[in-house]
């Protein structure tokens, strides 16, 4: 596995990373526990070093798991956690104060079982925070030695800006594929200028870029799909087009849907590092392989000839959620 410098804050990564929500959280029933132990743990021996989890995906217990998973590969690997929600009954969700950026940070600590967080995100914009307290508050821990890097999760361009003059971000993440592109206009070229990475989450569309969900497929009570406007049948099927392109590529390149859909990100900046998800072993397997894949300039510019005449149908969030994305 090839690694990739997160921009210019000097955190080295594998080219991709493993996103860890799904390991017991937001995806019907939760696995088996020490089979996604193991899992975790056969992504470091295949070259996977970058592991994304939260305090809000269980909560809790996701980074319980990942921190069991990791502990006696400590030197071996980095892990991203975020702090920025409120669990109190009554509240709107979100918390950035200092005092609470502070008491998720040692919280993190623990139930990852290390010492020092390797990259801090702000999962969400509080619009009750100045950007400038919540990256002073990082900053703080930075120079603790309790936070080695500081990283925010969907904001806008002005945000990361603003935060970055208080405290460097290493990294900025959003989500970003074929069927969501939005980051280019502003986020991107911002990330640019500053020397800050990229890391996309739902690089393969929550699952529907591998070609594996059509109109038909059911999904559990639990799993969060249900309540995207993105995932109901009827755009389900009006954007099964992206899913065709998709295959049509991998069957000249000898590849699968998912493995075009991350080698096409891996191809937009060197400095970006997706983070698919997965609880399986051959999954697993066929996202590493993506890696391996070049896409030439004419392959490229096929792509983004054909995704310009599909228009996607569906919001990604609820109107409440996305009004808190992108500040």
């Known amino acids: 596995m090839q690694t990739r410098n997160l921009g210019d804050g000097g955190l080295a990564v594998s080219a991709l990373g493993l996103g860890c929500m799904g390991l017991n959280h937001h995806r019907g029933p939760a696995p088996n526990r020490a089979e996604m132990i193991e899992l975790v743990r056969a992504?470091?021996?295949?070259?996977?070093?970058?592991?994304?989890?939260?305090?809000?995906?269980?909560?809790f217990t996701n980074e319980e798991l990942v921190g069991e998973a990791l502990q006696f590969l400590r030197n071996d690997v980095a892990?991203?956690?975020?702090?920025?929600?409120?669990?109190?009954?009554?509240?709107?969700?979100?918390?950035?104060?200092?005092?609470?950026?502070?008491?998720?940070?040692?919280?993190?600590?623990?139930?990852?079982?290390v010492d020092t967080i390797d990259l801090f995100y702000q999962?969400?914009?509080?619009?009750?925070?100045?950007?400038?307290?919540?990256?002073?508050a990082v900053k703080g821990l930075i120079d603790e030695g309790k936070?080695?890097?500081?990283?925010?999760?969907?904001?806008?361009?002005?945000?990361?800006?603003?935060?970055?003059?208080?405290?460097?971000?290493?990294?900025?993440?959003?989500?970003?594929?074929?069927?969501?592109?939005?980051?280019?206009?502003?986020?991107?070229p911002a990330c640019e200028a500053l020397g800050i990475g990229f890391v996309p989450y739902s690089?393969?569309?929550r699952g529907f870029l591998t070609g594996a969900i059509d109109e038909a497929t059911s999904f559990g009570s639990n799993d969060n799909r249900t309540s995207l406007p993105?995932?109901?049948?009827?755009?389900?099927?009006?954007?099964?087009?992206?899913?065709?392109?998709?295959?049509?590529?991998?069957?000249?390149?000898?590849?699968?849907?998912?493995?075009i859909a991350l080698a096409w990100l891996l191809a937009q900046k060197p400095w970006i590092v997706?983070?698919?998800?997965?609880?399986k072993l051959s999954r697993l397997d066929e996202n590493i392989g993506a890696a391996a894949i070049a896409l030439t300039p004419d392959d490229l510019a096929r792509?983004?000839?054909?995704?310009?005449?599909?228009?996607?149908?569906?919001?990604?969030?609820?109107?409440?959620?996305?009004?808190?994305i992108n500040r």
């Open 43 to 59: 992504a470091v021996a295949r070259g996977i070093t970058f592991f994304d989890t939260a305090e809000v995906y269980g909560p």
């Open 79 to 113: 892990i991203a956690t975020k702090f920025g929600h409120d669990f109190k009954p009554g509240s709107d969700g979100l918390n950035s104060r200092p005092a609470r950026i502070r008491q998720v940070a040692e919280d993190s600590l623990r139930r990852l079982r």
């Open 123 to 136: 999962h969400r914009v509080d619009p009750k925070v100045p950007i400038e307290d919540v990256a002073g």
């Open 147 to 188: 936070v080695r890097h500081f990283g925010l999760c969907e904001v806008g361009a002005e945000t990361i800006r603003r935060a970055h003059a208080v405290q460097p971000v290493t990294a900025v993440q959003s989500e970003y594929s074929l069927w969501w592109r939005q980051p280019e206009a502003e986020v991107l």
């Open 203 to 205: 690089p393969l569309g």
């Open 230 to 259: 993105r995932f109901t049948p009827e755009a389900r099927k009006a954007n099964r087009p992206i899913v065709d392109l998709l295959k049509t590529i991998g069957d000249q390149k000898g590849a699968s849907p998912a493995q």
């Open 274 to 279: 997706p983070i698919p998800g997965t609880t």
């Open 303 to 324: 792509i983004d000839q054909a995704v310009s005449q599909i228009t996607v149908q569906g919001d990604r969030y609820p109107q409440a959620e996305a009004a808190r």
